[in-house]
């Protein structure tokens, strides 16, 4: 799995002309809004982003914090804040958080001011990698459905400007990714969010894995929606294999099988159906039915 998202090539010619369009328009605008998936904030951050907005005020926007673990939440906003970074959390669909969103911009557009002899509304980019949710963030503004949105990452094309209700300038951007991950996990991590196509990787390799990370960090979540009796952990005997499990991954192919056997995902022949029990678990982490999920805490 590892060595496939590596070989992807994650820097085509769209890309480039992206980060070429931000530094383009960066001395457009008095303010930069990151958006991030509140689930994995490391991995949906984007150090190109970061590398080329230098210098400017930036709010971070926790999106689909609805389906992040609330207390790991609280304590990457209070990570952001101290980097000198405004920070929030909000349910783009929902419309959770936006009267905050509002009176920051607000305080904003008034620091601003102070320091112009002509008035402007506030002018504001939107950044972020592909299904972080820039486009649901943009039509919660707007009121209006003005950016293209869809379920698959990379929908939104080209440079749009658009105004918000309360007369503000918002630059939108089409996703960006960076050229390589210098760690495998950051890609999985975004397989398993959604923000890489399921087309280009082995979707049963990829939910084994989540079962692998769930089992380690949120068993009960895994047992309670799954309905299993317990979990197997690297070391314990194992039926189907007829030995004992010798790692993490054969303990989770284990749980997988069980997941199946739970679920009635069974091919003729009395065989594990694993690509649907695969495409279940990761639907199932997407959607929050498994229930609120952090992959990433601050202090790791």
Same mark, same amino acid.
């Given at each position: ?13 769209? $890309?480039?002309?992206?980060? &070429? ?16 998936? +509140?689930?994995? !904030? ?28 609330? =207390? ?15 920070? %929030? ?28 002899? %002509? ?27 003005? +950016? ?5 990452? @990379?929908?939104?094309? @080209?440079?749009?400007? %658009?105004?918000?209700?309360? @007369? $503000? ?13 210098? =760690? ?17 990787? =082995? ?18 979540? %895994? ?24 790692? &993490?991954?054969? +303990? +989770? ?14 091919? !003729? ?32």
């Amino acid at each position: 799995m590892a060595e496939n998202i590596n070989n992807i090539n994650w820097y085509p010619g769209h $890309m480039k002309k992206t980060r &070429e369009l931000i530094q383009q328009n960066l001395k457009l605008v008095d303010l930069v809004i990151e958006i991030l998936d +509140a689930r994995i !904030p490391v991995s949906s951050r984007n150090p190109v982003i970061n590398e080329i907005t230098e210098g400017k005020r930036r709010i971070i926007v926790l999106n689909k914090s609805d389906l992040a673990d609330d =207390d790991s939440t609280r304590d990457w906003i209070k990570n952001f804040r101290e980097e000198g970074h405004e920070a %929030l959390r909000l349910n783009c669909n929902k419309g959770m958080g936006f009267k905050e969103l509002y009176a920051l911009l607000e305080k904003i557009q008034d620091e601003v001011n102070v320091s112009r002899t %002509l008035k402007k509304p506030l002018r504001m980019m939107v950044v972020g990698v592909p299904n972080v949710g820039k486009s649901s963030f943009i039509n919660r503004l707007t009121g209006r459905r003005s +950016a293209k949105t869809g379920d698959k990452p @990379g929908v939104t094309r @080209g440079k749009q400007w %658009l105004s918000i209700e309360n @007369g $503000m300038q918002l630059l939108d951007t089409p996703g960006i990714l960076w050229p390589k991950f210098e =760690d495998p996990r950051t890609g999985l991590y975004l397989a398993f969010c959604g923000s890489i196509k399921d087309e280009i990787l =082995d979707t049963d390799s990829l939910g084994m894995e989540l079962i692998r990370v769930l089992t380690e960090e949120y068993p009960g979540l %895994l047992t309670s929606r799954y309905k299993l009796d317990e979990l197997c952990r690297p070391g314990d005997y194992s039926e189907s294999l007829g030995r004992e499990t010798e790692d &993490e991954k054969e +303990a +989770a192919i284990v749980n997988m099988e069980s997941i199946a056997l739970k679920r009635g995902f069974i091919l !003729p022949g009395k065989r594990i159906n694993y690509t649907r029990t695969a495409e279940t678990v990761l639907d199932e982490f997407r959607a929050g039915t498994i229930g609120r999920i952090t992959l990433e805490k601050v202090d790791r």
